[in-house]
């Protein structure tokens, strides 16, 4: 499934909701789930937004920011801010001309400020680039041109990086002169500079956000591209220079998985780990890997997790990253396993995995479903996540509150 398609699909939802997931680091019999907030979509216009697609951030003020893909008063999605009690104050409704359908999270800035992306929306409809206050108000920096002009890109569907030089580092989906995607660096006031313009061979069509690794190289995956068009992992330089560090094989002989469209974290020890959509010996339910920098071009992977929807690794299909917890485990979310509805999960460094939460849709003790976003892990020792819950033949702008 492309990236679109899995967008049309979620905006084809009767209901969104976000969640905090009250998961101590305690055994997983012990572990709480706690739903704090509905979203209204566009209907109730005091809970504005729908379709929350990206994972939470924690700024200075102890607050939660995030964004939603649709709803607000325009449906072309929102920002909002949301109190640790789960009080939400809708800070931006995306208009088209400004920026629409955010699906990535928000980054704090070292000025303090808010950053992000709208993956379609701008004067050119390619997507945006833009910088927000913690009160709300909006500059919209980069609008992206596509396949030439001064800002190459569309479509970028990842957030952003600050790195260590003060610039803001992100990736565009589509554009460039290849059409498959782009790596950009953009000072914080808005001057952009193309990197890398992904040829294929090199790896195509970026969907996830870079982390900048203690080497100070920047570190990502492509959705397809590489030997066997199936996805890479890369390593980029601050300047730009570019090296494939793995190219995934699907359920082959070395380099397992397929389609990642989450990014890498790097662990305590200084490996990098991250996930595949799919790939792995069990049909395509995807996998959890562990990355040697240091090692040379595909060499450096050691799969971890091949997911099966069983009872073993019961989980599948991913597009949200990891997050490195404060006891040195590892802890995620999945569109499947449990009973249909996804999981969340903890895994230690060496792939031991306990499934921590079974959602269980519009009924039951877990209710939600298909977490597309990955964990947050908040001063509070809590972790916070969105998942949504998806029915069929309402879209977003037209559902109402679900009340239970």
Known sequence: MNFPVLLRRVSAIALCFAAFLRLLTLPASAQVYEKVFDFGGSVNLVNKGCSPRAALVQASDGNFYGTTAYGGASDRGTVFR????????????????VGQNPTA??????????????????????????????????????????????????????GLVQGSDGSFYGTTSSGGANGLGTVFKMTPGGVLTTLVEFSGGNGRNPAAVLVQGINGNFYGTTRGGGANDLGTVFKMTPFGALTTL????????????????????????????????????????????????????????????????????????????????????????????????????????????????????????????????????????????????????????AAAPYSR
Do not use: W
């Open 105 to 158: 999270a928000v980054v704090q800035g070292s000025d303090g400020n808010l950053y992000g992306t709208t993956s379609s929306g701008g004067e050119t409809n390619n997507g945006t680039v833009f910088r927000m206050t913690p009160t709300g108000a909006l500059t919209t920096l980069v609008q992206f041109t596509g396949a030439s002009g001064s800002n190459k890109g569309g479509s970028p569907y990842a």
């Open 246 to 397: 793995v190219e995934f094989t699907g359920n082959g002989a070395g380099n397992k998985g397929a389609d990642p469209r989450a990014g890498l974290v790097q662990g305590s020890d200084g490996s990098f780990y991250g996930t595949t959509t799919y790939g792995g010996a069990n049909a395509n339910y995807g996998t959890v890997f562990k990355l040697d920098p240091n090692a040379p071009p595909n060499t450096g992977l050691t799969t971890l997790i091949e997911f099966d929807p069983g009872i073993t690794n019961n989980a599948g299909g991913f597009i949200a990253g990891l997050v490195q917890g404060s006891d040195g485990n590892f802890y995620g979310t999945s569109l499947g396993g449990g009973s249909g509805y996804g999981t969340v999960f903890k895994m230690t460094p060496a792939g031991s995995l306990t499934t921590l939460v079974e959602f269980t849709g519009r009924e039951g003790s877990n209710k939600g479903g298909d977490p597309a976003a990955g964990l947050v892990q908040g001063r509070d020792g809590f972790f916070t996540a969105r998942p949504i819950i998806s029915t069929t033949g309402q879209r977003c702008s």
């Open 82 to 97: 949301m109190t640790p009690a789960g009080i939400l104050t809708t800070l931006v409704d995306f208009t088209d001309h």
